[in-house]
Every structure is written in structure tokens, then in C-alpha cells.
């Protein structure tokens, strides 16, 4: 495993592992031991995942049954976009996402989308940083224009942004305005969820046969190489077990290459730009 250094001076594994998309909480407290248990030390939830308690009774049981220690987890939580309405609110959030994980504190809280007050949220997320209820705060979903006003306008600059990141999907321009800022660039969807035939793409198999890898480990080690965090989901162990089995191969230049000239420019799971989808974020309320 590679770390990445963040504006903290905290390391943050490269890779992690994600909790979207698995409501059912005794699956979610089993997977999260699982991914324990295979060798990922970052664990990447949210409140509007709704299932931070699983994820906190997996962590706490593996951590009894010796798999590893708090100190060496980096726990990432966001704040819900009902939950950006002002500084108190956010603020509160964290404590509620603490309460729910049975922990004392986080490693990184991440405001959830640029929505609502963000800057008033922003401002709660820093009070809980300061108060040491996180070790970092950061933003996701933040595009360049949205990300620099806010660096312009912050007391802290944000140690992540997490975006969707993959082939199909570059955002090189967007990396290195994270990176102007030393904000740690950190890719959700890496896997593209599945989507594009991402998982039979020829030209990935094929660059993929060269190392003995799996398409998937190859988009997964593309965006490790170029400093991206990744935080890939899977329920089956046998697939989380390749997803972070890609640190022995090295891809060329001309393979990064290759990658990423898939890009569509554009996401196919979410826009940002469309007023009906930030409508919708806005009308789901998670408590
Ligand atoms: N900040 C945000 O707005 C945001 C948005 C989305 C996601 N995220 C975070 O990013 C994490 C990852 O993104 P994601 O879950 O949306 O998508 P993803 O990791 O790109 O893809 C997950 C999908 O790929 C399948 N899969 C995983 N490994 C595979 C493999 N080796 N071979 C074949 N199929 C494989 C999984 O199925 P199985 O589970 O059935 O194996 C699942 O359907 C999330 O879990 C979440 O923590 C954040």
C-alpha cells in the first residue's frame, strides 16, 4: 500500500474502501470486517449512506478480534446536504456521525456536494476540525470553479476532494487545480460503477493480460499512479481482494496513455450542472 501525504500532515492510504449502495446493515458490518480482514485501512462512508453504525460495528470487531487498531484506520464520513444549511447544522452532523460510529473521532469529513450554505457548512466541519472530532476536512463533488472560490475564501484549505474519476471520466484539468492547491485528489466511482463495459473493454484486458491483471485493476492502479485516491466498492471478497491487489505491476507511459484516452469528457452517473438533479439532492432528507 502507498500513502499519500495530506496538507495535514497526515498519511491517507492510496486506496480505500467504499460503503455506497449497501443498506442492509448486517451486510455492510460483514463487508466492512471483510475488507478489514483483506487489508484496507481507509473506510469511506457518509450519513446520507445510512449505514455508519454497520460500519462502526465492523471496525470494532475487528478490531477485537486483533486485525488491526484504530490508529492504523483512516475513517472518512460526509455531511448530508440537509445538513449544509448553516455552520450549527453541520457542526452537528459530525457529532452525529461520531454517535453513530461509536468512535471518538474521524479522519477525514467531507461536505457531501457543493450545496446548500456550503460555506456556512464549511465553517462547522472546521469548528469540529479544530475541536479534533476530525483530523481533516475536505469536500467532494467540488468542480474546479466551485473549489477555487472556495480555497480562495477558507481558513483551511481542504485536505481531499473527492469526485468521480475514472477512464471514462479523466478530470485532468480538475487534478491539477486540486494539486495547485495541495488538496489530495481522491476518485469515487473509480470503477466507473460498472458502467461504460468498463470490465470487458478491450483495450483494458488486453493491457491488463500483459501484467496478469484484471481490467478493473488496471483502471484501479491508473488513477494510484497518477495520485489519485481510489475508493472502490465491492460486496464479494474475492473481488475486493483484486481491487487492492495492484500494487506489483507498473503501468507505461504509453499504457497511462492508452487509459486515458477513453475519456467521454463528461460523467454518465451524475450532473452536476442539471438543476432538476440538485432539485432532487435537495429533497432527500435523511432524517
Ligand atoms: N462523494 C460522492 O458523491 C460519492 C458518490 C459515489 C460513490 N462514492 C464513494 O466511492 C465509492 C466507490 O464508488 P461506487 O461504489 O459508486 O462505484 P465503484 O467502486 O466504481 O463500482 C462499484 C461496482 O463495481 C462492482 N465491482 C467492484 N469490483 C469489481 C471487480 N473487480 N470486478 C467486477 N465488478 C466489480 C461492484 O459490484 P459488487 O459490489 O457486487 O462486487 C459495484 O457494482 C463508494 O462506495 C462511496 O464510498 C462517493
Given at each position: 500500500m502507498e500513502y499519500i501525504t495530506l496538507n495535514t500532515g497526515a498519511k491517507m492510504p492510496?486506496?480505500?474502501?467504499?460503503?455506497?449502495?449497501?443498506?442492509?446493515?448486517?451486510q455492510c458490518e460483514q463487508v466492512v470486517y471483510n475488507a478489514i480482514k483483506t487489508g484496507y485501512r481507509l473506510l469511506d462512508t457518509a450519513a446520507a449512506y445510512m449505514n455508519e453504525e454497520a460500519l462502526g460495528k465492523g471496525v470494532a470487531r475487528a478490531i477485537a478480534d486483533g486485525l488491526t487498531t484504530r490508529e492504523e484506520l483512516f475513517i472518512t464520513t460526509k455531511v448530508w446536504v440537509q445538513d449544509q444549511k448553516n455552520e450549527e447544522t453541520a457542526y452537528e452532523a459530525v457529532r452525529t456521525s461520531l454517535a453513530k460510529l461509536n468512535m471518538e473521532y474521524v479522519d477525514l469529513?467531507?461536505?457531501?456536494?457543493?450545496?446548500?450554505?456550503?460555506?456556512?457548512?464549511?465553517?462547522?466541519?472546521?469548528?469540529?476540525?479544530?475541536?479534533?472530532?476530525?483530523?481533516?476536512i475536505g469536500v467532494a463533488n467540488f468542480y474546479p470553479a466551485i473549489l477555487t472560490n472556495l480555497c480562495e475564501n477558507v481558513e483551511v484549505i481542504p485536505a481531499v476532494n473527492q469526485v468521480e474519476m475514472h477512464p471514462f471520466f479523466v478530470q485532468a484539468a480538475a487534478i491539477?487545480?486540486?494539486?495547485?492547491y495541495g488538496i489530495a485528489p481522491q476518485a469515487w466511482g473509480p470503477l466507473?460503477?460498472?458502467?461504460?463495459?468498463?470490465?470487458?473493454?478491450?483495450?483494458?484486458?488486453?493491457i491488463g493480460?500483459?501484467?496478469?491483471?484484471?481490467?478493473?485493476?488496471?483502471?484501479?492502479k491508473w488513477n494510484a499512479q497518477r495520485g489519485v485516491s481510489i475508493i472502490p466498492k465491492s460486496v464479494h471478497e474475492e473481488r475486493m481482494k483484486q481491487n487492492i491487489d495492484i500494487w506489483d505491476f507498473e503501468l507505461t507511459e504509453d499504457e497511462m496513455a492508452a487509459v486515458a484516452a477513453k475519456d467521454?469528457?463528461?460523467?454518465?452517473?451524475?450532473?452536476?450542472?442539471?438543476?432538476?438533479f440538485v432539485k432532487a439532492l435537495h429533497g432527500m432528507n435523511i432524517h
Open positions: 492510496l486506496e480505500g474502501f467504499g460503503v455506497f449502495q449497501i443498506p442492509d446493515a448486517a469529513v467531507l461536505l457531501h456536494q457543493p450545496m446548500g450554505d456550503y460555506f456556512a457548512a464549511y465553517r462547522g466541519i472546521t469548528r469540529a476540525y479544530k475541536e479534533g472530532l476530525t483530523k481533516a491539477d487545480n486540486m494539486k495547485s466507473a460503477e460498472g458502467k461504460h463495459g468498463i470490465f470487458t473493454d478491450p483495450v483494458l484486458v488486453e493480460k500483459k501484467y496478469g491483471k484484471s481490467a478493473a485493476q488496471v483502471v484501479l467521454l469528457g463528461h460523467s454518465e452517473i451524475v450532473n452536476h450542472d442539471d438543476p432538476m
